[in-house]
C-alpha cells in the first residue's frame, strides 16, 4: 500500500505561535489544542508526518540558531513523549525578501517527495494555519487543511480518517443512457428523473430511508416500454452501491423489516428464519436475489417465487410502473452489487405493497452501510 503523508506547519500549528512569531524560548511553547490525540489518530490510520516550517531570519543575529534549536528539540521530543515522529523536519530559514526557492508555498524544501511518484497523493495532505499553507498544498498538488475557529484538528482528524464512500457510475446502451451519484454519508438533496414518476418516487423511498443521497437521470427507451431503464437503474444503482461502499471495513452488513398500514414488508437474508426476521440483507459479495411468497401463496406453483410474484400483487401497474419489473429491479440492483437479498411482502393495497418493499429496502441498506467499527465483518477476512 503507498504510503500516505501530512505534511504539518509548525508554528500555529503544532505550537501556538507567540507574538513576535519566534518561539525561541521553552517559555513561549505551548502546544496547539488537540493536536495530540488528532495525530495519534491520524498515525493510527497509517499516514506518516513530515514537518514544513517557515522560520524568518533563523541563523541571524535576531534569531539564533542555538535558542531556535533548544525550543525545537523540546517541541519535538514532548511529540515523541506521546508517540508522534516527524519523518523529516524540513526549514526554510529565509526571509521573503531573500526570494529564495524553498520557502512556502514554493516547494523547494518538498521537492524531494514531489519526484517520488510512490505515495498516494489522493490520501495525504498539508495541514497549516495560513493561507500559504492551502497555497503550499494546492502547488503540491493534495488537499489543504487550514486550523481555524471553524476548522479544529479534531475535524481534521475526522475528514482524514472517515472514507469518501462516494461513486458516480454510467451506463450507456442502444436501449438506455443512465447517469448515478450516490453518497453514502449524505442525506437529502436527492434527485431522480427516470421518466416514470412512481418510479422516482420509490427510489426516493431508498435514498430516505437509505439515509443516502442519490442523483438519478435515465433516458431510455420508454416508446418500448419501461423494462430496460427499470433493469439497467438496478444494475447501474447496484453498481455505484457497490463502489462506494469500497472495501466495506466496518460496516454493519446486514438488516431489516418494515410494517406500512395494512402491509408488512421484510427483507431478510435469513431464509431459515422468516417468521422472526433478524436481518435484513447481506453486504456478502455474494449475490443472490430471492422473492417469498409463502406468506401470501404457500401453494406457490412449481416455477417458484419468480413465476408467481406478478400475481401476489393486486394490480398489474403502479403509476406507469409494471409491478412485475418489481423483483426483477432489486434482482438486478443485487446481482451488481454483490448482494445477498430476499425479500416478502403480504397482501393489501398494490402501491403500499411495492412501497413498503422500496421503504424496507432502504432501511435495511441504512442499517447495513452504517460504519460500527474499523473491522471488517467477516470471519473469512474478505467480502
Not at 508517540?83 to 514554493?106: A, N, Q, S, T
Not at 459479495?285 to 401453494?299: E, K, M, Q, V, W
Not at 401497474?317 to 423483483?327: D, K, S
Request: charged share 25%; with cysteine.
Amino acid at each position: 500500500m503507498a504510503k500516505k503523508y501530512l505534511f504539518i506547519d509548525r508554528d500555529g500549528t503544532l505550537v501556538k505561535e507567540p507574538e513576535d512569531y519566534q518561539v525561541d524560548a521553552l517559555s513561549k511553547i505551548a502546544l496547539t489544542e488537540g493536536a495530540i490525540p488528532a495525530l495519534l489518530k491520524l498515525k493510527d490510520a497509517g499516514y506518516t508526518f513530515v514537518m514544513v516550517s517557515n522560520q524568518d531570519g533563523l541563523g541571524t543575529a535576531s534569531f539564533p540558531l542555538d535558542t531556535f534549536t533548544h525550543a525545537h528539540e523540546f517541541i519535538l521530543d514532548v511529540y515523541a513523549s506521546q508517540g508522534i515522529h516527524f519523518e523529516e523536519v524540513l526549514i526554510c530559514p529565509h526571509k521573503p525578501e531573500d526570494h529564495c526557492e524553498c520557502r512556502k508555498p514554493k516547494l523547494g524544501m518538498v521537492m524531494g517527495y514531489l519526484k517520488d511518484t510512490g505515495w498516494d497523493r489522493a490520501a495525504s495532505a498539508f495541514i497549516g494555519d495560513r493561507d500559504t499553507d492551502l497555497q503550499m498544498a494546492d502547488n503540491m498538488g493534495i488537499r489543504g487543511f487550514k486550523l481555524s475557529e471553524t476548522c479544529s484538528w479534531e475535524d481534521i482528524a475526522k475528514a482524514l480518517t472517515t472514507p469518501c464512500r462516494q461513486a458516480h457510475v454510467t451506463r450507456r446502451t442502444g436501449e438506455t443512457d443512465i447517469d448515478i451519484f450516490v453518497d453514502l454519508d449524505r442525506s437529502g438533496g436527492s434527485s431522480f428523473e427516470t421518466g416514470m414518476g412512481f418510479f422516482d418516487h420509490m427510489l426516493d423511498q431508498i435514498a430516505t430511508h437509505g439515509g443516502i443521497h442519490m442523483e438519478v437521470k435515465v433516458k431510455g427507451d420508454l416508446n418500448v416500454d419501461e423494462h430496460h431503464s427499470i433493469e439497467d437503474t438496478g444494475l447501474a444503482l447496484g453498481q455505484a452501491l457497490r463502489q462506494a461502499l469500497g472495501d466495506k471495513r466496518g460496516i454493519g452488513r446486514f438488516g431489516f423489516c418494515l410494517p406500512m398500514d395494512e402491509v408488512y414488508a421484510a427483507v431478510f437474508a435469513d431464509k431459515l428464519n422468516q417468521d422472526n426476521v433478524t436481518v435484513a440483507l447481506d453486504i456478502s459479495g455474494r449475490p443472490h436475489a430471492d422473492f417469498d411468497l409463502r406468506a401470501l401463496d404457500s401453494a406457490a406453483d412449481a416455477d417458484g417465487p419468480h413465476a408467481t410474484l406478478e400475481g401476489t400483487f393486486s394490480r398489474p401497474y403502479t403509476g406507469t410502473m409494471p409491478v412485475q419489473m418489481v423483483p426483477h429491479f432489486f434482482e438486478s440492483l443485487a446481482m451488481a452489487m454483490g448482494l445477498t437479498l430476499h425479500l416478502c411482502v403480504t397482501e393489501g393495497n398494490c402501491h403500499h405493497q411495492v412501497e413498503a418493499l422500496f421503504k424496507a429496502f432502504g432501511r435495511a441498506l441504512r442499517q447495513a452501510v452504517r460504519i460500527e467499527s474499523r473491522e471488517l465483518p467477516s470471519s473469512k477476512g474478505t467480502l
